[in-house]
C-alpha cells in the first residue's frame, strides 16, 4: 500500500517534469525538432538527397532555384508549403503572385522528391518540411554548409497571392524596405545579410537587372557594360535573358557574393543597397573576409527562417501531393 502511494506519486512527478520539458520545447523551438521523422521515417534524409543530388548533377542552376523555393514559401505567412499549390479555376494560389510568376521554378523536382518519399513513408512527411531538407541539401552540394534541419511542420490548406505579393522583397527595394520586409517575419539586419548571400548562387532575368545596370552609378563599369550585352535597355525586349547574381563562381555556395558587393558588382539595385553606407555595410564586410563567419551566420538565419510561423499540432495537413490539398 505504502510503496504503490509512493509510486504513484513518484510518477506523477515524473509526469509533471515531463510536461515541463514539453512546455519548454515549445516555447522555445516552435515545436520544430530534428529527430521528428526519426521513428516514423528513417530513410527521409538519404531518399530527399538521392533526388536533389540526380536534379543538381543534371542542372547545375536546380540546386539554387530550389534554395530560392523555401525563402518564397517562408516569406509569405510561414514555412507551410504554400507556395506549392497549384491554381485551379476556383483557386488562386502562390505561384502567379509578381514574385514567383515566370521565376521561380523547381517544382518538378520537389514532386519527385515527394513521391519517393511517399513510396517510403506514406502520408507521413510534410512538403513544407522536404522543402526545408531540399534546402540544405542544395547548398551542401553546391559546396556550401551542411546544417541540421528542424521539422515538424504541416501543410497549409491554404495560400494568399495577395500576401505573396506583399511580403517577399523586391529587387528595386531599398535598404528600408529590405529590412522591413525582413522584421516583419521576425529577422533581423544581420539574418537579412547573411540570407541574401543565397544570390552566391543562381541567375536573376533582364528585366530584374535592366534598369540597374543602365541607370546606376553604384556600379562597377566592367560589371554594367557586360550586363548590357544580352540585356537591352528596352523594356520588354528580351526581358527573360538570364545572368548570374554572382559575377564570379555562380555554381559555387561560396562568399564571393560579399566580395562582389564592396567591389559595387552586385547585380540587383536591392543586392548593392546591402553595402552602400548603411547599417549593413559592416556585415558585407565581415563576410567578405570570413567564410566562416558567413557561414555560421547563414545557417544560423536559414535555421530562423525555417521557424517562421510553422502549422504544427492538429494545424495544416500532410498534403499527399504538394500540388494540391487533400
Ligand atoms: C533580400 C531580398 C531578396 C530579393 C529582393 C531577392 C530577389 C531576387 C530576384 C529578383 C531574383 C531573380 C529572379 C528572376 O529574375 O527570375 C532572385 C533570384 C534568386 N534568389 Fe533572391 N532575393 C532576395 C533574397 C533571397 C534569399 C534570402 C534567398 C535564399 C536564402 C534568395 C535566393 C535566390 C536564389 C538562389 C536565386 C536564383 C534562383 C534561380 O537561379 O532559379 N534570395 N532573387
Ligand atoms: C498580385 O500581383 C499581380 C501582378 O502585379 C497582380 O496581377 C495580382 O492581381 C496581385 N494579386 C493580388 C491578390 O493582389
Ligand atoms: C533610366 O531612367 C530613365 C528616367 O527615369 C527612364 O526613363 C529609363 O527607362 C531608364 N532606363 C532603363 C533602361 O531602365
Redesign the pocket.
Given at each position: 500500500m505504502a510503496s504503490s502511494t509512493a509510486s504513484s506519486s513518484f510518477s506523477k512527478a515524473v509526469l509533471s517534469f515531463a510536461c515541463v520539458l514539453v512546455l519548454i520545447g515549445a516555447s522555445t523551438s516552435a515545436q520544430l525538432s530534428l529527430d521528428y521523422y526519426s521513428r516514423s521515417c528513417p530513410v527521409l534524409f538519404p531518399t530527399v538527397r538521392l533526388i536533389v543530388g540526380a536534379a543538381i548533377a543534371r542542372e547545375a542552376?536546380m540546386g539554387?532555384?530550389l534554395?530560392?523555393l523555401f525563402?518564397h514559401d517562408c516569406f509569405v505567412n510561414g514555412c507551410d508549403g504554400s507556395l506549392l499549390l497549384d491554381d485551379t479555376p476556383t483557386f488562386t494560389g502562390e505561384k502567379n503572385a509578381a514574385p514567383n510568376v515566370n521565376?521561380v521554378?523547381g517544382f518538378e523536382v520537389v514532386d519527385q522528391v515527394k513521391s519517393a518519399v511517399e513510396g517510403v513513408c506514406p502520408g507521413i512527411v510534410s512538403c513544407a518540411d522536404l522543402l526545408a531538407i531540399i534546402a540544405r541539401d542544395s547548398v551542401v552540394i553546391l559546396g556550401g554548409p551542411w546544417w541540421p534541419v528542424k521539422l515538424g511542420r504541416r501543410d497549409a490548406r491554404s495560400a494568399s497571392q495577395a500576401a505573396a505579393n506583399e511580403s517577399i522583397?523586391?529587387?528595386t527595394?531599398d535598404l528600408n524596405e529590405?529590412i522591413s520586409s525582413f522584421r516583419n517575419v521576425g529577422l533581423n539586419i544581420r539574418d537579412?545579410v547573411a540570407?541574401?548571400g543565397?544570390?552566391t548562387?543562381?541567375?536573376?532575368?533582364c528585366?530584374?537587372f535592366r534598369d540597374r545596370v543602365y541607370n546606376e552609378t553604384d556600379i562597377d563599369v566592367l560589371l554594367a557594360q557586360t550586363r548590357k550585352f544580352g540585356c537591352p535597355g528596352i523594356d520588354g525586349v528580351n526581358d527573360d535573358n538570364l545572368a548570374p547574381?554572382d559575377f564570379q563562381t555562380p555554381i559555387t555556395f561560396d562568399h564571393s557574393y560579399y566580395s562582389n558587393l564592396v567591389q559595387r558588382r552586385g547585380l540587383?539595385h536591392?543586392d548593392q543597397q546591402l553595402f552602400n553606407g548603411g547599417p549593413t555595410d559592416s556585415f558585407v564586410r565581415l563576410y567578405s573576409r570570413s567564410p566562416l563567419a558567413f557561414q555560421g551566420d547563414f545557417v544560423a538565419s536559414?535555421t530562423r527562417m525555417g521557424d517562421i510561423k510553422p502549422l504544427t499540432g492538429s494545424n495544416g495537413e500532410i498534403r499527399r501531393n504538394c500540388r494540391r490539398v487533400n
Open positions: 542552376r539554387a532555384s534554395l530560392r525563402f521565376s521554378r522583397p523586391r529587387p527595394s529590405l537579412l540570407l541574401a543565397g544570390h548562387i543562381g541567375l536573376s532575368r528585366t530584374n547574381l540587383l536591392s536559414i
